[in-house]
């Protein structure tokens, strides 16, 4: 069974994870409310709604502190993000663990990745940053997780990328056909 690109959505066909971002391009404080407002009206099991998100603009506090907790690799790039944020879950709490809350933590960041891509931004999300180093900079209580870093921004130049960057950059987008995600009556029997 093949789709092609052109049938889903084109806020889902051209959602792309990039590392150059515009250096000098600021997103508005309304635009942040919009992307807070998709990823706060995300499906929840129970309606927990487990999500956390703390926001860095560039240059302020928060924004340097999320970088510092970056792995080299995604530092070089993020840093240059006018807004990085550190995507965080409740796994534990009234009733206990909260088996789902990574998952509900993934919608609600999907939903903002969505609203990004309908207001001509980019987001990428990045897992490589220092977890133990995220929960002390923002006291982050014991029962919440901080799970991934977000950068948000418009597309920048290329160019302005270290060389081994910039082919990644430009390598085509590849994803696994469905044949090999999606199966009927067994496991790796590919929907007829």
């Known amino acids: 069974m093949t789709i092609s690109k052109n049938t889903i959505h084109p806020l889902v066909a051209n959602r792309r994870s990039p590392r150059a971002f515009d250096r000098d391009r600021k997103i508005s404080p309304e635009m942040l409310s919009n992307l807070l407002e998709a990823a706060r009206w995300a499906p929840s099991a129970n309606n927990i709604q487990p999500w956390r998100f703390i926001v860095g603009q560039k240059n302020d506090a928060t924004h340097q502190k999320i970088v510092s907790t970056l792995s080299e690799g995604n530092r070089i790039w993020a840093e240059h993000a006018p807004i990085l944020i550190l995507a965080v879950t409740q796994e534990e709490g009234e009733r206990g663990k909260q088996s789902y ?48 870093v977000i950068a948000i921004g418009y597309l920048g130049d290329v160019e302005n990328l270290p060389e081994k960057l910039q082919a990644r950059e430009k390598a ?20 007829a």
Do not use: C
Not at 107 to 122: H, R
């Open 172 to 191: 085509p987008r590849i994803r696994k056909t469905l044949d090999e995600i999606a199966f009927q009556n067994t496991w790796g029997e590919p929907l």
């Open 101 to 148: 809350a990574w998952h509900d933590l993934g919608l609600a960041t999907t939903q903002m990745v969505l609203q990004a891509s309908a207001m001509e931004l980019y987001a990428h999300i990045m897992a490589g940053f220092s977890k133990d180093e995220a929960r002390s900079a923002f006291s982050i209580p014991a029962e919440y997780v901080p799970l991934t």
